[in-house]
């Protein structure tokens, strides 16, 4: 007993100089983590820093050391063993560091198959001085420990140690609680910073004793992660000084799929696609409403939409049509909170209407109007039609597609007649949004303004009638080409009318107004991950999705990818394919888009 009482004692100092040992490595995190803004949050970093990874270290003690204490009570066995496991927990913290500072995420699949990639040898190198040099560390320390036990316990320091420790970590989470309950984003921000870490919340406690308002919290809860802070664009925009600007009118069409712009479905659209450049692989940036929208106007992953959101950061684009001396207009068939916000963050205003039919004709009466009063100056009008996701058409308008149906009962047990019903359905609303963007060609026919206007008309999302077998309705359930691929026409005043097969994007219509109508400078990687349309077109995936799930197209497959590093291959028709590994190094090129707008230390 007298042996295995030294060897605890022995195993405490151990864990309190490997505790050193892990805040060292752990400064890392320091350095790459974004700095909060203000003293109290800079000072919770530090102190969580101090808690989180004595904890760690202790817990790891508690676990593996302790235990053996007693199975093994041979010092010089025990000893090695602790230096065995002690170095292969220090190996993995700082792998864990490497991780963070290259793309702000812990170890996962992904972040360990690229680490230990044959084309990525740095991580090799750094083991391979790392290894033997944290063994000889802990080697040393253990020996050390040992031959001075005597001293440590007259000196008296550990329980000093161990309060100051000990008060870290209840601080870090104490603090926590009162930053989640009161909304403190320095503080709250930092949840991701360190791995295995979890602080502790108590809102549901704090309501039930009436300390914090729920309808405050339901207020300023956000579904999406903390905002961070983000450079956009990442170097002041230069533009060309251009004497002649286009107009450009871009109308939007919720719920569009690729598939509806033929000669039958929307035959005013397909005209005007004879004469212009049809884009007939094109994808939205995402599958709903808010990633189409936002997608269009930044030129950048879904991703940063919520940072953009709280951040209040405005478009390149819509900031530089402006500083051109653009007359902008918005127009919205509802009431669009992603164009709203997007065009708050600008200084705009946007004209909004109910919704669905009523309000797709009341937006293109509201953008006639305007459009009648802005002849003198270049401008660019953005039309939002919603009429399609509604699946609504004017009571005395003709079926083209029969039989129908409003909805369908029990969409699993459905029949094929009644799914083609809905689908007819949503048909007919589509050739009535047609009609609807002849009223907006015909106008600007009118006007004078049609041949030298560059004319947009895209879809911001698709729409799915259980088109992959997978009971999948509506949007925003996967990202197959039903619910994410959609039409792509672009008038250019001049130029002649050809068909582009090649996989584009919604990101990459900002680099192309960008540097084709502002003639920017600057190149289009300080401000978008897009490209331009109008120049060859050099890449091998299309990157679409939101901060918790990114999906990649290639040619032949798609990858998707969630927040956690789980990976998952599919063919084009949305299938899994059996055993099909990822392309690392088109994840780590998709894994730098996702970061590239985030400030570096």
């Known amino acids: 007993m007298d042996n295995v009482s030294k060897l605890i004692s022995w195993g405490h100092w151990f864990s309190s100089i490997n505790i050193l040992f892990a805040l060292i490595i752990a400064i890392r995190y320091l350095v790459a983590a974004e700095w909060p803004p203000t003293f109290l949050g800079q000072s919770y970093l530090l102190i969580s820093w101090l808690g989180h990874f004595s904890f760690i270290s202790f817990a790891f003690y508690l676990v593996f050391i302790f235990p053996i204490s007693f199975f093994v009570p041979y010092e010089r066995i025990l000893r090695l063993l602790a230096v065995f496991a002690s170095t292969a927990g220090l190996t993995i913290l700082l792998l864990d560091t490497q991780s963070f500072s290259l793309f702000r995420f812990h170890l996962n699949p992904l972040m360990w198959q690229y680490l230990f990639n044959d084309n990525n040898p740095s991580t090799a190198n750094l083991l391979f001085i790392a290894i033997p040099f944290i063994f000889l560390l802990q080697l040393t320390a253990s020996e050390l420990i040992w031959r001075n036990l005597r001293p440590l316990y007259r000196a008296n320091h550990g329980p000093k140690i161990a309060v100051v420790l000990i008060i870290a970590f209840l601080l870090t989470h104490l603090v926590n609680i009162w930053a989640d309950a009161t909304f403190y984003r320095p503080i709250t921000m930092q949840k991701a910073n360190f791995p295995l870490s979890y602080p502790m919340t108590a809102k549901s406690f704090l309501i039930r004793q009436g300390w914090v308002d729920e309808a405050e919290i339901r207020a300023h809860q956000n579904p999406h992660h903390e905002g961070r802070t983000i450079k956009y664009p990442l170097r002041e925009i230069e533009h060309n000084l251009v004497t002649q600007h286009p107009n450009v009118v871009v109308v939007m069409v919720d719920a569009l799929r690729a598939d509806m712009l033929n000669k039958t479905n929307m035959p005013n659209l397909s005209r ?246 502002l003639a920017t400078k600057t190149p289009s990687r300080f401000y978008s991950t897009g490209q331009n349309l109008l120049e060859p077109l050099k890449r091998n995936y299309i990157l679409m999705g939101d901060d918790n799930d990114y999906v990649v197209y290639q040619k032949d497959s798609i990858i998707e990818l969630n927040a956690k590093g789980d990976t998952y291959v599919l063919d084009r028709g949305y299938n899994p394919i059996p055993k099909a590994e990822p392309d690392v190094a088109v994840l780590m090129q998709v894994l730098n888009d996702l970061r590239r707008f985030y400030p570096a230390k």
Not at 281 to 293: A, V, W
Not at 413 to 425: C, I
Not at 499 to 517: A, F, N, R, Y
């Open 272 to 517: 005007l696609a004879q004469m212009s450049t049809e884009y007939q692989s094109h994808f939205s940036g995402g599958n709903h409403e808010d990633l189409g929208i936002y997608s269009f106007f930044y030129g950048l992953p879904g991703r940063y939409w919520p940072d953009i959101e709280q951040n209040k950061t405005p478009s390149v684009l819509l900031s530089s049509l402006q500083q051109a001396g653009y007359e902008l207009g918005l127009f919205s068939s509802n009431q669009a909170p992603s164009l709203q916000a997007i065009a708050a963050n600008s200084q705009l205003n946007v004209s909004t209407n109910e919704g669905a039919l009523k309000g797709d004709i009341d937006a293109i009466k509201q953008w006639q109007e305007w459009q009648a009063n802005n002849q003198t100056k270049p401008s660019f009008s953005f039309l939002y039609l919603t009429a399609a996701s509604a699946m609504e058409t004017p009571p005395n308008y003709p079926e083209l597609f029969s039989p129908t149906t409003s909805t369908l009962k029990d969409k699993k047990l459905a029949e094929p007649q009644q799914q083609e019903a809905l689908f007819n359905r949503y048909k007919n609303a589509i050739s009535y949004t047609d009609i609807l963007l002849a009223q907006v060609f015909d106008r600007l026919t009118e006007t004078n303004q049609f041949d030298n206007s560059i004319i947009i008309v895209t879809g911001a999302y698709g729409q799915e009638f259980n088109d992959l077998d997978t009971n999948q309705w509506g949007n925003h359930s996967n990202y197959g080409w039903p619910q994410t691929q959609v039409p792509l026409v672009i008038h250019w005043p001049g130029q002649t009318a050809q068909k582009i097969e090649q996989d584009t994007s919604h990101l990459d219509l900002v680099p192309t107004l960008m540097e084709q109508v």
